[in-house]
């Protein structure tokens, strides 16, 4: 199970607005069942950092982060989402797996699926 | 959401000279409609300041301030459609300006008791058209209406049903 933390300013608003979205996108990549997702807030981000994978933030960062950071904006504004998943996928699968580019819509992505457990 | 989004809650043909006085009228509008405490809006000026949240969306730049969840009494949503827009910092990019002509203040409690319709907000502005067609209201009744409607149509989207 690969743990993202995502945060922004306090935690409150916009993490949480875009948890839905990034989730439907690392599903349409074929990852669901395989992440879970934690919010937060940027200032405590580089403490927590140690404990996951991969931090999405939508804003900056006051310290050190242990884990690969993702800048989020693009899930806020709706554009360029498949550079920053392109970026996602390549951390969160990072030991191993060879995912391909993926240029195409989502439904072509499906293909990659490989754990398909609802939740 | 049909009481959360009232007129009184609008400010049409703002005219602010910078993004500190319109962030002071907006959270001006919460605080007489005893949404926030008094301390909001130091606290949503202070936060903006170290987080920035202006978007450039494409049709327009906006902004979403907010402050922590202490200064605020019940969720809420102020609306400010500027006569000149005033610039912000983009969020996550401080070094970006971005002049927003539409600012939503948020009066956010508790990610647990968080109305649907703030959420629904991105959806709003990722739909294009929807930003410019709030910003040429020319009535607090009017942008009232509008907003209310385009969370509906929104918010229909989404279960995969709709009107027409």
């Known amino acids: ?119 | 959401m049909e009481e959360d989004i009232r007129p009184e809650l609008f400010a049409v043909g703002m005219k602010a000279d910078c993004a500190q006085e319109a962030l002071d009228c907006l959270a001006e509008l919460l605080y007489r409609q005893g949404l926030v405490r008094e301390s909001f809006a130091e606290a949503v000026k202070a936060r903006e300041r170290r987080y920035s949240t202006g978007l450039a969306f494409p049709e327009m730049g906006i902004a979403i301030p907010h402050a922590d969840a202490e200064h605020v009494i019940r969720p809420g949503l102020a609306v400010g459609i500027l006569k000149e827009p005033v610039e912000f910092r983009h969020m996550g990019m401080p070094e970006v300006s971005v002049e927003a002509g539409l600012i939503f203040m948020l009066a956010i409690r508790d990610e647990e008791e968080q109305p649907e319709y703030l959420a629904n907000l991105l959806d709003v502005f990722q739909t294009e058209g929807n930003l410019t067609k709030l910003a040429s209201c020319r009535s607090a009744e009017e942008a009232a209406g509008c907003l209310k409607r385009l969370l509906q149509t929104t918010g229909q989207c989404d279960k995969g049903g709709g009107e027409e």
């Open chain 1, 1 to 119: 199970m690969k743990k993202i933390l995502l945060v922004c300013g306090s935690g409150l608003y916009t993490s949480r607005a875009l948890s839905q979205r990034v989730s439907k996108a690392l599903d349409d990549r074929g990852l669901r069942g395989t992440y879970e997702i934690t919010l937060g807030k940027a200032a405590d981000a580089g403490e927590e950092s140690g404990d996951f994978d991969l931090c999405i933030t939508t804003t900056t960062l006051d310290g050190e982060c242990a884990c690969p950071v993702v800048n989020g904006a693009s899930f806020l504004l709706g554009r360029d989402i498949r550079q920053t998943m392109d970026r996602i996928v390549e951390i969160l699968m990072g030991d191993g797996e060879n995912l391909q580019d993926t240029e195409e819509s989502p439904e072509k992505n499906a293909q990659y699926s490989q754990n398909d457990s609802d939740e």
